[in-house]
């Protein structure tokens, strides 16, 4: 069974960068497109950032296009969020999965999540 691993998530200062990766494990992420969310206390499950199966396109939220880049390698099995110029609003749980959009009862494989917290 595919499992999603997040990791790279940590303290930062406000501006600072941080890069996120995403692997799998029992698996392969290829074939797959990949999206990262994020969560922060109190709100609900937003879209970041999405990676198409093969790579020849993204898509980025408003809210971090510009300062975030998402890239994959597929021999490594890897897909990445670089997160630059971070802001305290960038806190959150984020995590990676093999969807781009949320929708309840999807067999979509997701990760547990790797916390970012953006603070001074």
């Known amino acids: 069974q595919v499992q999603l691993v997040e990791s790279g998530g940590g303290l930062v200062q406000p501006g600072g960068s941080l890069r996120l990766s995403c692997t799998a494990s029992g698996g392969t992420l290829d074939g797959y497109a990949v999206g990262w969310f994020r969560q922060a206390p109190g709100k609900e499950r937003e879209g970041v950032s999405c990676?198409?199966?093969?790579?020849?396109?993204?898509f980025h939220a408003k809210s971090v296009k510009g300062r975030f880049t998402t890239s994959r390698d597929s021999a490594k099995n890897m897909v990445y969020l670089q997160m630059n110029s971070l802001k305290p609003e960038d806190t959150a749980v984020y995590y990676c999965?093999?969807?781009?959009?949320?929708?309840?009862?999807?067999?979509?494989?997701w990760g547990q999540g790797t916390q970012v917290t953006v603070s001074s």
């Open positions: 990676i198409n199966s093969s790579r020849s396109a993204t």
């Open positions: 999965a093999t969807t781009c959009v949320i929708v309840p009862g999807s067999r979509a494989y």
